[in-house]
């Protein structure tokens, strides 16, 4: 009788730690198939990507991919890999939990997807130095923790997106070597947190928002190469960079 009240004890401990495995064996696997799938749709001539093979295993154990203590996928890493394709068919609606998203020195090409709104845990996010193209998708602002921007020296066209200036928790931004055209939204004022800036060698034009000088944490800001006029606002003075 003693070992049965004992039993009917451990059960629903048993239960809650079944209910906790469960869920990450089944995240680990949809990530998994993501990452297999975007492998497929990519050229890897250099086969960097030779340990993305089982749908079944966990993915923490690939190469260029990180996990947390809960076999969560949180940074996929992959610099000068040579890997080539487009980044559509990337799920990233199965990567709730990633934090870093570093593609860069690649051949990759094609747009940025809208659907990188998905990645809402994201903190780092960079593509530089490679043939990505097209507008800054707009969706980008719904990434409320990203701190760090780097998407320099690509193709990227059109205008900066207003909703960049809800990107509250941004420390750097990098969009140097594009071809963006348009004036620097007002916007951009929003991000007190910005202590590095750069939007040098673009195609911006009109003058420097006053706004920015809303940025107090500012320390580094690079606007040369561009087709931008007057003077700096006054309300630069605020701000480290002055």
């Not at 990507?49 to 295993?57: D, E, K, Q, V």
């Not at 190469?63 to 394709?85: E, H, K, M, P, W």
């Not at 969009?175 to 939007?199: C, M, V």
Request: glycine fraction near 10%; hydrophobic fraction near 40%; proline fraction near 5%.
């Amino acid at each position: 009788m003693t070992h049965l009240h004992g039993l009917l004890l451990l059960l629903p401990c048993i239960a809650l730690l079944l209910g906790a495995v469960i869920p990450a064996i089944a995240g680990g696997q949809r990530e998994a198939e993501a990452l297999l799938k975007w492998k497929a749709s990519l050229t890897d001539s250099d086969a960097s990507l030779t340990s993305w093979s089982n749908a079944t295993s966990s993915p923490c154990n690939w190469a260029f991919v990180n996990c947390s203590s809960t076999g969560d996928v949180t940074a996929l890493i992959i610099i000068n890999a040579r890997i080539n394709g487009t980044l559509s068919g990337l799920d990233f609606s199965a990567f709730p939990h990633l934090e870093e998203l570093v593609l860069e020195q690649n051949d990759l090409y094609g747009t940025i997807p809208e659907g990188i709104d998905n990645l809402t845990s994201l903190i780092s996010l960079g593509m530089h130095g490679q043939r990505l193209s097209g507008p800054i998708p707009r969706s980008i602002g719904q990434l409320k923790q990203l701190a760090h921007l780097q998407l320099a020296y690509l193709e990227l066209s059109g205008t900066i997106p207003i909703e960049i200036g809800n990107l509250t928790s941004l420390q750097e931004m990098q969009l140097s070597g594009n071809g963006l055209t348009g004036l620097i939204p007002t916007a951009i004022g929003k991000l007190e947190k910005l202590s590095s800036l750069d939007l040098s060698s673009n195609n911006l034009k009109g003058s420097i928002p006053s706004q920015i000088g809303n940025m107090t944490e500012l320390e580094m800001m690079y606007l040369a190469s561009n087709y931008l006029e007057g003077e700096l606002p006054d309300t630069l003075s605020s701000s480290k960079a002055w």
